[in-house]
């Protein structure tokens, strides 16, 4: 079974406005890390925000917040204010307990592109 | 205050061609992921490797693959015999510990096989 799922591979946003990405996760272990990275058509992997399955509150840096909903096990990304340069590809990534030795299981990702 | 660091950043190999890619973990990291970019697709786990040791290669195909992290010197990732299914990016992550906080990636090899 999917450890990951990110049911749209391509998604359109306004320059501007604010989008939603999916992200959907399965794990029985309690103690998980859930990650969004963004890769650019360059092809690094540039790490965006972090959400802890304990934290209480969703996490936020600046134009990116995690949406946390533990009891769905969805953690959906939301870009406020999209820039011309946040078109690329977004990738959900989940790091499950010390006991799975941290690697980290990635989604198929979304390709976003912003219009101006 | 250097990041993580791979290179090549391209590599090109004909069929059957040895391929060495390398990796060094950010300073004060001494735990190291190798994953695979296939065109179109999200990264795959390929190995979990602390120094002088390999923790978790369950995402590592069982023949022509290998991986170290020798005491001294960055962490190599071995292709041997390669083919062209092995054309993909590979990416290189390092954290301090195998906790649940973030994993910082290098820039990734692009491997291109003929």
């Known amino acids: 079974a999917q450890k990951i799922t990110q049911t749209q591979p391509g998604m359109f946003v306004q320059e501007k406005e604010a989008v939603t990405l999916d992200c959907t996760y399965d794990?029985?272990?309690?103690?998980?890390?859930l990650f969004w990275y963004k890769q650019p058509s360059s092809g690094e992997m540039i790490f965006l925000i972090y959400?802890?399955?304990?934290?209480?509150q969703n996490a936020t840096e600046g134009r990116y917040s995690l949406n946390f909903q533990k009891a769905r096990k969805s953690a959906n990304l939301v870009i406020s204010a999209s820039q011309l340069g946040d078109s690329a590809m977004y990738f959900c990534?989940?790091?499950?307990?010390?006991?799975?030795?941290?690697?980290?299981?990635f989604g198929q990702g979304t390709e976003l592109s912003v219009k101006p | 205050n250097a990041g993580v660091m791979q290179n090549p950043r391209h590599l090109v190999r004909r069929r059957g061609q040895e391929a060495r890619l390398r990796c060094s973990p950010m300073?004060?990291?001494?735990?190291v992921y190798w994953y695979r970019q296939l065109p179109e697709e999200g990264l795959k786990f390929m190995v979990y490797?602390?120094?002088?040791?390999?923790?978790?290669e369950s995402g590592m195909p069982k023949e022509r693959f290998s991986a170290e992290f020798p005491k001294e010197g960055p962490s190599i990732l071995r292709i041997q015999q390669v083919v062209r299914g092995d054309s993909a990016a590979y990416f290189c992550?390092?954290?301090?510990?195998?906790?649940?906080?973030?994993?910082?990636f290098g820039p990734g090899t692009r491997l291109t096989v003929l």
């Open positions: 992550a390092s954290s301090p510990g195998q906790g649940l906080g973030e994993q910082f």
């Open positions: 794990t029985s272990d309690p103690s998980y890390g």
């Open positions: 959400q802890g399955s304990y934290d209480q």
């Open positions: 990534a989940m790091r499950e307990g010390p006991d799975q030795g941290g690697k980290l299981i």
């Open positions: 300073k004060g990291h001494s735990h």
């Open positions: 490797l602390q120094k002088e040791n390999i923790i978790d």
